[in-house]
């Protein structure tokens, strides 16, 4: 059963930053490419980042381009965003989502994501 749960959300005066996790199980993480997305208030879904199964290729969305760092450890099954200088704009329900076999790079549609997790709240104010 593949299980996705996000942590470190949390609220930060603007220009902050916050580093977000993703712990993963029930699939072979180290063979499957991730994604982060966030699910925005006015927005909806917006796709923000991939990072390659190996981790030695990753691309962002540009509103997160320069702030934001997609990583993962596959030893241990985790997907990490570290996020700075956050905007009062950035405030959103981030996720982690496994895109499914047939997804191309950079998995930035959301109707090829198998499987998302439930979310972790960044809030941006001051």
């Known amino acids: 059963q593949v299980q996705l749960v996000e942590s470190g959300g949390g609220e930060v005066p603007p220009g902050g930053s916050l580093t977000l996790s993703c712990t993963t199980s029930?699939?072979?993480?180290?063979?499957?490419?991730m994604t982060w997305l966030r699910h925005h208030p006015r927005r909806g879904i917006e796709w923000l980042s991939s990072?390659?199964?190996?981790?030695?290729?990753?691309a962002y969305a540009d509103s997160v381009k320069g702030r934001f760092t997609i990583t993962r450890d596959n030893a241990n099954g985790a997907l990490s965003l570290q996020m700075n200088d956050l905007r009062p704009d950035d405030t959103a329900v981030y996720r982690c989502?496994?895109?499914?076999?047939?997804?191309?790079?950079?998995?930035?549609?959301?109707?090829?994501?198998?499987?998302w997790g439930k979310g972790t709240l960044v809030t941006v104010s001051s």
């Open positions: 989502a496994k895109p499914n076999a047939r997804s191309t790079w950079p998995h930035s549609s959301e109707y090829t994501w198998a499987y």
């Open positions: 029930g699939f072979t993480f180290s063979t499957t490419p």
């Open positions: 990072i390659s199964s190996a981790g030695d290729d990753v």
